[in-house]
């Protein structure tokens, strides 16, 4: 029986560690122990490559625009300024068709392929515009094999 019971005891132990391992585990992925302010949202706004393990990145965070050189050895501020104002824009303009369009230019009608093609010095004199149907296609004058 008492081995029994000391199972049991190492069993609520561990039970106890790990469920306050698991709490722990959770705070710390929520922002820290007692963090109460969350967090300032930082976005990328666009990057570049500009030689082999360099970027130039433009971030945004708390109201400012920063623009940083990111190498593997560190990060540089190259320019920080604030973040440009957002316009209002006014619902009722927005939904409003935009002005009619300039007219088209008129549709100017060109000539097929085939009368520009018999009017150049490659089109044989009085050659038709298709071939006949029944004639094998030839290959430098000769007549192709097996057709």
Not at 16 to 26: M, P, T
Not at 79 to 86: G, Q, T
């Amino acid at each position: 029986m008492d081995g029994a019971l000391q199972i049991l005891r190492v069993l609520v132990s561990l039970a106890v560690v790990f469920g306050l391992l698991w709490f722990l585990a959770r705070r710390m992925r929520r922002g820290g122990a007692g963090a109460t302010r969350r967090a300032a949202q930082v976005r990328v706004l666009g990057k570049a490559g500009v030689g082999g393990k360099a970027q130039v990145v433009v971030v945004e965070a708390e109201g400012r625009r920063m623009v940083l050189g990111v190498t593997e050895h560190g990060v540089s501020v190259l320019h920080d300024a604030d973040a440009p104002a957002l316009e209002a824009v006014d619902p009722v303009q927005a939904a409003r068709p935009a002005a009619s369009p300039a007219p088209l230019a008129p549709v100017v009608h060109l000539p097929s392929f085939e009368s520009l093609l018999s009017r150049t010095q490659w089109a044989a004199p009085g050659a038709a515009s298709r071939a006949t149907p029944g004639t094998a296609p030839t290959r430098r004058g000769r007549r192709v094999a097996g057709r």
